[in-house]
């Protein structure tokens, strides 16, 4: 009598559904030589002994699918011409991230006996945008004066929301105004997916502005330019590079490169749960897989710590994981500043400035991305140093606290049923992962330039602020109308999943602002993209190909996110 979708099923049981229902029937009409060509979907019932098959059905007038068409984005006459023609697996079905709820209008007395007959009167007063009415058992009065019922199940209303409350509400308020004679249908349908209305957060909300900071790059880089013709003719001229990941300074043969960044407001995490030995991994991060990004090899970083209090014990901590990793990246620190400043801050800055090296014929700029080329993403278990305003506010309006260390030390599981392993302030200092040696391994250090390379990276996104969308369109040839189809990026860790249930964050809000999983994604021509999994894998990163480069200009993403996973979410410039 009603239906919804997405159904929420998760996706071991849909896994389970489709191993042991969907593929059986599909391959044994196959083998009896009868293969099926069309829509088929299943009526399964879940019991304590797993899913068990009520019918199969191919009409297309049930409420099952008069929830789902309206969610399909592709081209539906492609689809089922495409399963005609034999050539399905060509086709790539999305949806749109959207939720849709159905609700049959019955004639009383069905499914026993019922009368026919009865005039209906509202219909007039439904059809919108957002909702659909699908008739079934209706008849046009032969004088065209009206429409009266034919059938037991006479129609049903279907509502299309942003979330499934919406879609609930659109269709009881679509059936609410249909009106005949005894009609019957039920109150519930989707109750048990409904939620709780909750404010959605967006990183806005924490004081963030994306836009504002966007602009106000454009103003600094603007004044930053102003200064270029002062050096020019001279050594350490710089090059512009509108839009990269770090400046260019040119040096004959080789360009010196420069960037700043810092932690973020991570460190109050970090000042909450009284540890610091891992922000020195993120600080060197944020600097040096900048770098890498055009294939510069980082050299050496300085560090500035502003703080309102010189502890020595948390400037050792900070050190002693700074120092360990720049050991490992084989970077070096020539100097730095500790600057006290009695009270002024509500909280430290830990920043820094990366200097690397890089051959100018070695520069990755993006400029020879062609269409079809693949993405590798590579993966990333925490959040690195951005979105952490966004996560403070979450967390303090969850717990409906602003003892901050008090919500750290709570243990979270994700799934729910999952057992709690971890607390909050643990998950979220992970240490960022440092890709710039594993990148250097693939397209050799600077006292390698005059080596034959073997892998040509053609373009290094660094997943920082903006999320991916916000920084995949930086290594986009200009004017090219590139874009991105990436269907198979890694899934966020769960503190990730989680953080975004409690903020009830949408994906898109998500995605353009954590990196949900992939730190970083490496665009490489399709000959070289086995080569590179396995290089990568050598040095201890976990990647897998992602994606591809599409015309179009738009970043569509697969999302993997608790929003609206599966749906395919598009991103513009």
Same mark, same amino acid.
Request: proline share 4%.
């Given at each position: 009598?009603?239906?919804?979708a997405?159904?929420?099923?998760s996706? *071991?049981?849909?896994d389970?559904?489709?191993?042991?229902?969907?593929?059986?029937?599909?391959?044994?009409l196959?083998k009896e030589?009868?293969?099926f060509?069309?829509?088929?979907?299943?009526?399964i019932?879940?019991?304590?002994?797993?899913?068990?098959?009520?019918?199969?059905?191919?009409r297309?007038g049930d409420p099952?699918?008069?929830?789902?068409?309206p969610l399909i984005?592709s081209?539906f006459?492609?689809?089922v011409?495409?399963?005609?023609?034999?050539?399905?697996?060509?086709i790539n079905?999305?949806?749109w991230?959207k939720?849709?709820c159905?609700?049959?209008?019955a004639s009383?007395?069905?499914?026993?006996s019922y009368t026919?007959?009865?005039?209906?009167?509202?219909l007039e007063?439904?059809?919108?945008?957002?909702?659909i009415v699908?008739?079934a058992?209706t008849q046009?009065?032969?004088?065209?004066?009206?429409i009266v019922t034919?059938g037991?199940?006479?129609?049903?209303?279907t509502?299309?929301?942003?979330t499934?409350?919406?879609?609930i509400?659109l269709?009881y308020?679509?059936?609410?105004k249909? *009106?005949?004679?005894n009609?019957?249908?039920r109150t519930?349908?989707a109750h048990?997916y409904?939620?709780e209305?909750?404010v959605?957060?967006t990183?806005a909300?924490?004081?963030v502005?994306?836009e504002?900071?966007d602009c106000?790059s454009?103003i600094?880089?603007n004044?930053?330019?102003?200064?270029?013709s002062?050096? *020019?003719?001279m050594?350490?001229?710089?090059?512009?590079?509108?839009?990269?990941?770090?400046?260019?300074l040119d040096f004959?043969d080789f360009?010196l490169?420069q960037?700043d960044d810092?932690?973020?407001?991570?460190?109050i995490?970090a000042d909450?749960m009284?540890?610091?030995?891992?922000?020195?991994a993120?600080?060197?991060?944020m600097?040096?897989?900048d770098?890498v990004?055009?294939g510069a090899?980082t050299?050496s970083i300085s560090?500035?710590?502003?703080?309102?209090c010189v502890?020595?014990h948390r400037?050792?901590?900070?050190m002693k994981?700074?120092?360990?990793?720049c050991?490992?990246q084989?970077?070096v620190i020539p100097g730095?500043e500790?600057?006290?400043?009695g009270?002024q801050?509500?909280s430290?800055i830990w920043n820094?400035?990366?200097?690397g090296?890089?051959a100018?014929?070695r520069?990755?700029s993006?400029k020879?991305?062609?269409?079809g080329?693949t993405?590798i993403a590579?993966r990333?278990?925490?959040f690195r140093s951005n979105?952490?305003s966004?996560v403070r506010?979450i967390?303090?309006?969850?717990?409906q606290?602003?003892?901050?260390?008090?919500?750290l030390s709570?243990?979270?599981?994700?799934?729910?049923?999952s057992?709690?392993?971890?607390?909050?302030?643990e998950a979220?200092?992970?240490?960022?992962?440092?890709?710039?040696?594993a990148?250097l391994?693939i397209?050799g250090?600077?006292?390698?330039?005059?080596?034959?390379?073997?892998v040509?990276l053609?373009?290094?996104?660094?997943?920082?602020g903006?999320?991916?969308p916000g920084?995949?369109?930086?290594?986009?040839?200009?004017?090219?109308?590139?874009?991105?189809?990436?269907t198979?990026?890694?899934s966020?860790s769960?503190?990730m999943?989680?953080?975004?249930t409690l903020?009830?964050v949408s994906?898109?809000?998500?995605?353009?602002t954590w990196?949900m999983g992939n730190?970083?994604?490496v665009?490489?021509?399709?000959?070289?993209?086995?080569n590179?999994?396995?290089?990568l894998?050598?040095s201890?990163?976990?990647a897998?190909v992602?994606?591809?480069i599409?015309?179009?200009?738009?970043?569509?993403?697969?999302s993997k996110?608790?929003d609206s996973p599966?749906?395919?979410?598009?991103f513009?410039?």
């Open positions: 009598m009603g239906a919804y997405p159904s929420g099923v996706g *071991k049981l849909l389970t559904i489709k191993r042991t229902i969907i593929k059986p029937t599909i391959d044994g196959r030589g009868n293969p060509v069309g829509v088929l979907f299943a009526g019932m879940l019991t304590v002994d797993g899913p068990k098959v009520l019918e199969f059905n191919c297309m099952e699918t008069q929830v789902i068409l984005k081209d006459y492609e689809l011409s495409s399963c005609a023609d034999g050539c399905l697996d060509a079905v999305e949806f991230p939720c849709a159905a609700v049959v209008a009383g007395g069905y499914p026993g026919k007959g009865k005039r209906i009167v509202g007063t439904v059809d919108s945008e957002n909702v699908s008739h058992g046009r009065l032969e004088d065209d004066s009206g034919s037991g199940r006479v129609l049903a209303v509502g299309i929301g942003n499934m409350n919406d879609a509400r269709a308020e679509g059936i609410s249909v *009106k005949f004679e009609i019957h249908f519930d349908i048990s409904a939620v209305e909750k959605s957060c990183y909300d924490s004081g502005n994306t504002v900071g106000a454009k600094a880089y004044g930053a330019k102003a200064t270029f002062s050096r *020019k003719g050594i350490g001229e710089p090059i512009q590079n509108d839009g990269g990941f770090t400046g260019f004959g360009c490169v960037g810092g932690v973020g407001t991570k460190i995490i909450a009284n540890k610091y030995d891992t922000l020195g993120d600080l060197l991060a600097v040096c897989d770098a990004c055009v090899e050299i560090n500035t710590i502003d703080t309102n502890d020595p400037i050792s901590e900070m994981g700074l120092t360990k990793a050991c490992e084989k970077i730095g500790i600057a006290e400043l009270n801050l509500n430290s820094s400035t990366a200097v090296i890089v100018k014929d520069i990755i993006g020879d991305i062609q269409i080329d993405i590579l990333e278990n925490g979105g952490f966004l506010l967390l303090r309006e969850h717990f606290s602003s003892d901050l260390s008090s919500i709570r243990k979270f599981s994700y799934p729910e049923s057992s709690p392993t971890q607390t909050y302030g979220l200092l992970h240490p960022s992962t440092i890709y710039s040696s990148i391994d397209i250090r600077y006292s390698e330039r005059t080596s034959e390379k073997t040509t053609k373009g290094i996104v660094h997943v920082t903006g999320g991916i920084n995949f369109y930086r290594i986009l040839p200009n004017n090219s109308g590139f874009g991105a189809e990436l198979n990026l890694f966020p769960p503190v999943l989680k953080i975004q903020g009830n994906d898109l809000e998500a995605y353009k990196n730190g970083m994604l665009v490489v021509s399709p000959a070289d993209s086995s590179v999994l396995q290089l894998k050598g201890g990163i976990d897998q992602a994606g591809t599409i015309p179009g200009g738009k970043i569509r993403i697969l996110g608790v599966g749906f395919v979410l598009e513009g410039k």
